[in-house]
């Protein structure tokens, strides 16, 4: 291989540009962090109805899940999220699941063969995942009462992680 001075390779600076281009949100800003307030937007359900983030979840401990069903992780993600639900929205979680780039049939098979009972929306043009920084499934955010963003997992996350990260905040 080539080696420019000091031993660096040629090639690891215009690596590192495409890098930090193709993690730029879709308004041209670097994808949100821990720390910020979730960004705002609305995506429908499997009925059609429309759900706000993260205001309809406003005084809840929210866990933001974006998936696909061709994302292995995210078929065991999903069921893990589920026994979360179950077991601690008495507390105040909720959970939402957002779909990226698959139609309705599709997701709505999907989440009857999981017997999933919380929110599952669709962001069937991916503006919702590429407003969040979403470029690579599945991708989690866990959100305080307020809205603001206190955990970001990139990748498979279980249900310990997922319990770990939740409970201080609980």
């Known amino acids: 291989m080539m080696r420019g001075k000091a031993g660096k390779f040629p090639w690891a600076g215009i ?7 193709f993690s730029m949100n879709a308004a041209g800003k670097t994808p949100v962090r821990i720390g910020d307030p979730f960004p705002s937007f609305s995506l429908p359900d499997l009925s059609g109805s429309s759900l706000s983030l993260p205001g309809g979840m406003s ?3 929210v866990i933001i899940h974006f998936w696909t069903d061709s994302c292995g ?11 979360l639900y179950r077991h601690y929205g008495g507390r105040g ?7 990226v780039g698959q139609s309705v049939a599709q997701v709505a098979k999907f989440v009857d063969g999981l017997k999933i009972t919380y929110p599952v929306l669709l962001d069937a043009d991916g503006k919702a995942a590429a407003i969040c920084g979403v470029f690579g499934l599945p ?7 307020e809205g603001v963003i206190r955990q970001k997992i990139i990748g498979e996350a279980t249900e310990e992680t997922l319990k770990k990260l939740l409970l201080p905040i609980l």
């Open 15 to 21: 690596l590192l540009l495409g890098i930090l281009s």
């Open 139 to 145: 991708r989690t955010f866990i959100l305080d009462r």
């Open 93 to 99: 979680l909720g959970i939402v699941a957002i779909n």
């Open 59 to 61: 005084g809840k401990v």
């Open 73 to 83: 992780n995210c078929r065991d993600e999903m069921p893990a999220l589920e026994t």
